[in-house]
């Protein structure tokens, strides 16, 4: 099976032709995409990411091991905020270190929780429908969380999508579920 620099590489190399994709599907089918710099830009970060994102469910890979510390310190950060309404401690400055160590706990609870809840390599994450929800993830990130427009935004989601069945493909492993 590929290993991670094949599979980022093919991304990095292939992406020219969700391009042609994406213009193929604007001009003949009337896709309302909208092919800009910044989509482009995006698209491609998307379907790079994408490329590799599949791996996600394996403990080894570079992937999982990079995204299992973002993941904690995002949990941890968010347990922080939420410790923070109620931890009331004179002075002021210990409420903030009492939040964050139970910010922290939650942060190491994210850690193991990470690997735990993930399912076994090759698993449902590694198909078509996780392909979608990934494109589906991009989408509303572009649309709603970066506010580009809606054709930009159906454009970076599907370089995201064709991105991540790049790798099943690769992988050999192109299933629905």
Known sequence: MPNYDVHVLSGIVTYPVAVLVGFLLKI?????????????????????????LPDLDHPDALIHRGSKPIVSV????????????????????????AAW???????LVGWYAF??????????????LFAAVYGLLAFLLVEYGLRMSTGEAIYVGLSAFLGYTLHLLLDGSLKLV
């Open 28 to 52: 003949y089918l009337g896709v309302p995409l909208e092919l800009t710099a910044t989509s482009m830009m995006l698209g491609y970060a998307f379907y790079v990411l994408g490329s590799d």
């Open 74 to 97: 995002a949990v941890g950060s968010a347990v922080y905020l939420w410790a923070t309404g109620w931890v009331n401690i004179s002075p002021e400055w210990a409420s903030v270190v």
């Open 101 to 107: 160590v139970i910010g922290a706990v939650g942060a």
């Open 115 to 128: 690997t735990w809840l993930m399912p076994h390599h090759r698993g449902i994450v590694h198909s078509l």
